[in-house]
């Protein structure tokens, strides 16, 4: 077993797109985490209590995009970049 990570919500969630069952994903436990690992001065850790960094702040933006999170441009689960780059 893996320690939780917010960049976790991108990998798992756009292979969950890629096959088709993107469903399976629970948007309030994951935006919850999420919060929970966001920064008081910006960005989000990896996890509660680490510092956070480009790197996880992108995935874990993007992984809330493909749960459906209202206010975020869709992505690109191929390529992790929004549908309007793609």
Avoid: M
């Amino acid at each position: 077993n893996k320690a939780e990570d917010t960049c976790y919500s991108f990998w798992i969630g756009a292979s969950l797109e890629l096959l088709g069952a993107h469903r399976l994903t629970h948007l309030d436990a994951l935006s919850q985490f999420a919060h929970r690992c966001q920064y008081k001065y910006g960005g989000i850790a990896k996890c509660t209590g680490s510092h956070p960094d480009v790197l996880h702040t992108y995935f874990a933006l993007c992984g809330l995009s493909l749960a459906g999170v209202r206010g975020l441009e869709p992505i690109d689960a191929r390529l992790g970049v929004s549908l309007r780059a793609a």
